[in-house]
T-cell receptor, first 114, second 118 residues
Framework: DAGVTQSPTHLIKTRGQQVTLRCSPKSGHDTVSWYQQALGQGPQFIFQYYEEEERQRGNFPDRFSGHQFPNYSSELNVNALLLGDSALYLC?????????????FGSGTRLTVV | AQTVTQSQPEMSVQEAETVTLSCTYDTSESDYYLFWYKQPPSRQMILVIRQEAYKQQNATENRFSVNFQKAAKSFSLKISDSQLGDAAMYFCAYRSGQSNFGNEKLTFGTGTRLTIIP
């Protein structure tokens, strides 16, 4: 039973560029959330997708956008990259709301902006 | 807005001993969920234990148990018989108790790095 799969594991981008990160949820899960974890910090909630719609959004600018596909996988897009966007980006999936069944996290994508 | 505070950036414990990690939170809600997650060098967040605020009984999972003090807004994690594999970053997290989309956000603390001394 595959867990949450994220790709790529690492990437390096130049300031001003755009990046797309991908997440495949755990089998049986239909909800995907994205978190940003800066070095030495706890994860910060970016947004959550369910039924291909953004259901909740954290305090992140519009440069951060996402998408969920019919197979429940998801993408996180970040435009006009800033040095401060360098972080570990974590994807978490759940079956419906995580309140009942909990959340499963992936191992993240380490993004470095230079 | 809810906040979660972990005041111990680092802790260490001898193998086979017991260690307690502290967490406090601030909320105006009466119904919520609290979690402890472990993040080893592999970076994946792994759920250690979960507590529903409406439950009086403290949650327990094998060697892991919590001391949930709702009035004090405190949620500490006790690890008994510490093992080398317990070495990791530990994060305390809060989720609203409303079971609907729009309340899914987990609010994390800044973490405690736990070292196990052989």
């Amino acid at each position: 039973d595959a867990g949450v799969t994220q790709s790529p594991t690492h990437l390096i981008k130049t300031r001003g560029q755009q990046v797309t990160l991908r997440c495949s949820p755990k089998s049986g899960h239909d909800t995907v959330s994205w978190y940003q974890q800066a070095l030495g910090q706890g994860p910060q909630f970016i947004f959550q997708y369910y039924e291909e719609e953004e259901r909740q959004r954290g305090n992140f600018p519009d440069r951060f956008s996402g998408h969920q596909f019919p197979n429940y996988s998801s993408e996180l897009n970040v435009n006009a990259l800033l040095l401060g966007d360098s972080a570990l980006y974590l994807c978490a999936s759940s079956r419906g709301t995580g309140a009942i069944y909990g959340y499963t996290f992936g191992s993240g994508t380490r993004l470095t902006v230079v | 807005a809810q906040t979660v505070t972990q005041s111990q950036p680092e802790m260490s414990v001898q193998e086979a001993e017991t260690v307690t990690l502290s967490c406090t939170y601030d909320t105006s809600e009466s119904d919520y969920y609290l979690f402890w997650y472990k993040q080893p060098p592999s970076r994946q967040m792994i759920l250690v234990i979960r507590q529903e605020a409406y439950k009086q009984q403290n949650a327990t999972e094998n060697r892991f148990s919590v001391n949930f003090q709702k009035a004090a807004k405190s949620f500490s994690l006790k690890i008994s018989d510490s093992q080398l594999g317990d070495a990791a970053m530990y994060f305390c997290a809060y989720r609203s108790g409303q079971s609907n989309f729009g309340n899914e956000k987990l609010t994390f603390g800044t973490g405690t790095r736990l070292t196990i001394i052989p």
